[in-house]
């Protein structure tokens, strides 16, 4: 009895194991997926970045050029200049931010493939340790027997003395012999 609720025991935990790593595969596909949307995401972002930054020296420009300021010299280089810079600064963080979001999402891609593995890893040492467990619970069973029938001087399978003479019947005589 105590074996084949040890083998139960392990694939319970087998199917446990399975469940588990299903689940963490999912988790995975979920963040490759998610790591993929950031990057596309992020290419959006830069796009719009750097639309806005067209725009805004598109506005400096035509304001200046209305005014009739030389763009070529000057407080007016200069704000073109800083408007540039600042642009570029921008991209950088922007960049940075997006390739942090995207690495974090890579990671726990992996991560989640990793716990996968190692749940399935659990369900089979859950089961192959049910099968020791098992087999250590009939062995000890069989011990057991062996010392009781020992004890009273009985050998073989039989339930009886095992002593080559068939029992005798309700009126002595020997059944089939």
């Known amino acids: 009895m105590a074996a084949a609720g040890s083998l139960a025991k392990g694939i319970g935990g087998m199917q446990q194991g ?7 595969r999912m988790n995975a596909q979920m963040e490759r997926a998610a790591a993929q949307d950031s990057i596309n995401t992020g290419q959006l972002e830069r796009r719009n970045l750097w639309r806005n930054v067209g725009m805004a020296k598109g506005q400096q420009a035509a304001s200046m050029g209305a ?9 007016a280089l200069r704000q073109q ?8 600064e921008d991209a950088t963080n922007l960049h940075k931010g997006i390739e942090e979001r995207t690495k974090g999402r890579i990671i726990n891609a992996s991560n989640f493939t990793q716990e996968a593995r190692a749940a399935k890893q659990r369900g089979k040492s859950a089961l192959i340790g ?6 250590s619970s009939l062995l000890g069973g069989f011990q057991q027997q062996a010392g009781i029938r020992a004890k009273t001087g009985q050998t073989g399978v039989g ?12 009126s002595g005589w020997n059944r089939g012999r």
């Open 81 to 88: 200049e800083d408007t540039q810079m600042l642009a570029n």
């Open 130 to 135: 049910s099968v020791f467990d098992a087999g």
């Open 18 to 24: 399975g469940y588990e790593a299903g689940i963490a």
């Open 159 to 170: 339930t009886g003395k095992t002593t080559g003479v068939a029992p005798r019947g309700p």
């Open 67 to 75: 005014n009739g300021i030389d763009l070529g010299f000057g407080s």
